[in-house]
T-cell receptor, first 115, second 117 residues
Framework: GDSVTQMEGPVTLSEEAFLTINCTYT??????LFWYVQYPGEGLQLLLK???ADDKGSNKGFEATYRKETTSFHLEKGSVQVSDSAVYFC??????????????WGLGTSLAVNP | NAGVTQTPKFQVLKTGQSMTLQCAQD?????MSWYRQDPGMGLRLIHY???????DQGEVPNGYNVSRSTTEDFPLRLLSAAPSQTSVYFC????????????????FGDGTRLSIL
């Protein structure tokens, strides 16, 4: 079945460092891919998404490119801030799932940014 | 816009007690879901609904019931609380996807932190 694999955390960076959080997926057909962010004590929020190969999603300085050849959707940011400290979840949704269009979630990657 | 509202935010129960976690959304979303979030296990789907009057089981439905009598509300009932149900519970909603497309992004509530003693 469909699955999402994220790099394990926690990831600890200094402010202004470059961030990469790896995400790879297994799915038939052409799924949509998402990154969600969960700030401490809050629910998840959509950060960015891509719905077809080579699409680049971007928001708040974060980017991720849908790479079908490597089945990846890595999250990147050029210069992280302390306020980016959160847990990041990669997820996919597959139209081949029919009416059960549930999201398939990665386990989340915790990011801590130190001043 | 309130978005997705979950109540209560915190709850402590004794083993064997029952309770209902409330979830309401004001975005007229057809799809609603309940997840539990546990350390090292990510999000696991408990139950979901694709519209009023329609519910289905997710990955971990045992010990939980849901109903969807209105578009706005999707309560989650714990029938007889067990320590294994200690978790953070999230409700989410989304628009119905257009034909041939995939899920619309989900909107999450802030969660209910539940402890079973």
């Amino acid at each position: 079945g469909d699955s999402v694999t994220q790099m394990e955390g926690p990831v600890t960076l200094s402010e202004e460092a470059f961030l990469t959080i790896n995400c790879t997926y297994t799915a038939t057909g052409y799924p949509s891919l998402f990154w969600y962010v969960q700030y401490p004590g809050e629910g998840l929020q959509l950060l960015l998404k891509a719905t077809k190969a080579d699409d680049k999603g971007s928001n708040k300085g974060f980017e991720a490119t849908y790479r079908k050849e490597t089945t990846s959707f890595h999250l990147e940011k050029g210069s992280v801030q302390v306020s980016d400290s959160a847990v990041y979840f990669c997820a996919l949704s597959n139209p081949n799932a029919g009416n059960n269009r549930k999201l398939i979630w990665g386990l989340g990657t915790s990011l801590a940014v130190n001043p | 816009n309130a978005g997705v509202t979950q109540t209560p935010k915190f709850q402590v129960l004794k083993t064997g007690q029952s309770m209902t976690l409330q979830c309401a959304q004001d975005m007229n979303h057809e799809y609603m879901s309940w997840y539990r979030q546990d350390p090292g296990m990510g999000l696991r789907l408990i139950h979901y609904s694709v519209g009023a009057g329609i519910t289905d089981q997710g990955e971990v439905p045992n010990g939980y019931n849901v109903s969807r009598s209105t578009t706005e509300d999707f309560p989650l009932r714990l029938l007889s609380a067990a320590p294994s149900q200690t978790s953070v519970y999230f409700c989410a909603s989304s628009q119905r996807p257009s034909f041939g497309t995939t899920n619309q992004p989900q909107h999450f509530g802030d969660g209910t932190r539940l402890s079973i003693l």
